[in-house]
């Protein structure tokens, strides 16, 4: 199988490209992350690049700066997908429309519902019986575009904000591949 070459941005911890970075060495994985993008030169996830060997780049973020040096840093190593994980910064109309669909993103939710930031804090002030998280095509709006994948976590009972973050974060790092698996597998 010819493997799509992928670039993933960071900003943070980066435990969900670590978990794609763990599957995507499964000879049937539909992409191989060939770059790693962070506009945060302490994003904890940068230790992962190193650690797997993948070339990474930190770009300091003005907007136009960022995508003129992420561009150029693509098309050199081929990139035909870009994952968001974790990234924390909007991206430019024209930049999300110049890769027409080919944006991904993980979001903490159940999209449509709690878009933005702070999802944990807003579903327990809601009194929410569930929450999740979500795998979408990125558009030009945030938190927006077709969803490819969404996995649904049941919140307990006093649950505090950091145990739920991290059991939904577990499911982010099984969904994610999956996801990525669903839209680029032929099968
Ligand atoms: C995840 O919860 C993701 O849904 C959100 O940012 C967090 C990133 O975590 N967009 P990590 O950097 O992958 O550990």
């Known amino acids: 199988m010819v ?12 435990t969900n490209l670590k978990s794609i970075i763990i599957n995507s060495r499964d000879p049937n994985f539909p992409i191989k992350i060939s770059l790693v993008l962070t506009n945060n030169k302490n ?6 690049a190193k650690k797997f060997l993948i070339p990474f780049r930190i ?14 840093e693509m098309v ?11 990234f924390m910064k909007i991206l430019s109309k024209k930049f999300v429309r110049d890769f ?15 878009k933005g930031l ?9 009194k929410e019986r569930y929450t999740g998280c979500t795998v979408h095509v990125v558009d030009e709006k945030l938190d927006n575009g077709r969803v490819i994948l969404k996995k649904r976590v049941e919140i307990y009972q006093g649950e505090e904000e950091n145990i739920l973050k991290k059991r939904v974060q577990n499911e982010e790092h099984k969904l994610y591949s999956m996801a990525i698996r669903k839209v680029y597998n032929p099968l």
Do not use: D, Q, W
């Open 3 to 14: 493997k799509k070459k992928a670039c993933i941005f960071i900003s943070g911890n980066g």
């Open 100 to 114: 027409n669909g080919k944006i991904i993103n993980i979001h903490p939710s159940l999209l449509p519902k709690y």
């Open 118 to 126: 702070n999802t944990f804090k807003r579903v327990l002030k809601n």
């Open 43 to 48: 994003a904890g996830g940068i230790h992962y």
């Open 59 to 72: 770009i300091n973020f003005r907007k136009k700066k960022f995508e003129r040096i992420a561009l150029k």
């Open 76 to 86: 050199e190593k081929k990139i035909k997908l870009i994952c968001l994980a974790g």
